[in-house]
């Protein structure tokens, strides 16, 4: 049967607006005619005109957080403990049956940037797109930040799920969810508005918190997720294997059988 694949992940690039400037990444691109000496240090003798063309190899050096791009943080961003005590597994403790599932997408493009979800607000586009949830859904959020990814104001772009909305989700069995926006929660500058006002700390990172109750693992900085359904279709998101860290990098997909 036919398949086809949508990418939802951004290219990890700099010189745009895609993160605080404190965890910016930074990357050195060394073209072939910069590392011929490279490849000539492994065999002693070998001259740059013995190379093809005078060429080495194309390499990249990352100076990178893990939370830089498209990827999925685990439980252990979160809190040190998920589930109500348990200790919070980090990425490459993370079920591999878990990353590849029906995927289900919630259009919150119309509310107001820095507007808490609310359960009753999953209820409804849940009901307007004619789904019921089901253990292991992955659900991701469109928000009306992707399109303005990489302007100044993306950070600033974006509803966010509270603590209540997500829980809602995680109670339904769902482990995996996602948003096109910089943040699972609402974006941080228009949540320390509201901090200032009411000095209530819950509401700070309340949407990430909510992994102390029921651990589960969010997505962030996503795409393409206004080229999608409601549902019928299913998300590949593995994230990449690092030893006892709190997020991973993921080429997220969504695939389409037809």
């Not at 404190?22 to 910069?34: D, R």
């Not at 995680?170 to 699972?184: K, L, N, Q, Y």
Request: hydrophobic share 40%; proline share 6%; aromatic share 10%.
């Amino acid at each position: 049967m036919p398949r086809r694949i949508v990418d939802l992940s951004v290219s990890l690039e700099m010189g745009i607006a895609s993160d605080p400037p404190i965890m910016m990444p930074e990357i050195i691109y060394m073209n072939h005619q910069e590392t011929a000496e490279q490849i000539m240090s492994f065999f002693p003798g070998l001259k740059k005109e013995d190379l093809p063309d005078g060429e080495g190899w194309a390499v990249e050096r990352l100076n990178i957080a893990t939370h830089n791009g498209t990827h999925m943080d685990a439980p252990y961003h979160y809190h040190s403990t998920m589930s109500k005590g348990e200790r919070a597994i980090t990425i490459d403790e993370v079920p591999l049956d878990w990353c590849l599932r029906p995927g289900v997408k919630l259009d919150f493009r119309h509310f107001a940037d820095g507007y808490i979800v609310q359960p009753a607000d999953v209820e409804a586009e849940l009901q307007r797109i004619g789904h019921e949830l089901q253990p292991l859904d992955i659900v991701v959020v469109n928000t009306s930040a992707a399109e303005r990814y990489g302007q100044p104001d993306y950070l600033m772009k974006g509803c966010g799920m509270g603590r209540t909305s997500t829980n809602y989700l995680t109670e339904r069995g769902v482990r995996v969810v996602g948003t096109d926006a910089w943040s699972w929660d609402a974006p941080f500058a228009l949540t320390a508005q509201e901090y200032a006002k009411t000095g209530d700390a819950s509401i700070i990172w309340e949407g990430h918190r909510a992994g102390m109750d029921i651990g589960y693992c969010q997505m962030e900085k996503l795409t393409n997720l206004d080229s999608l359904p409601g549902h019928g279709f299913e998300i590949s998101c593995f994230p990449f294997k690092i030893k006892a860290a709190s997020a991973g990098f993921t080429r997220t997909v969504a695939i389409f059988e037809e």
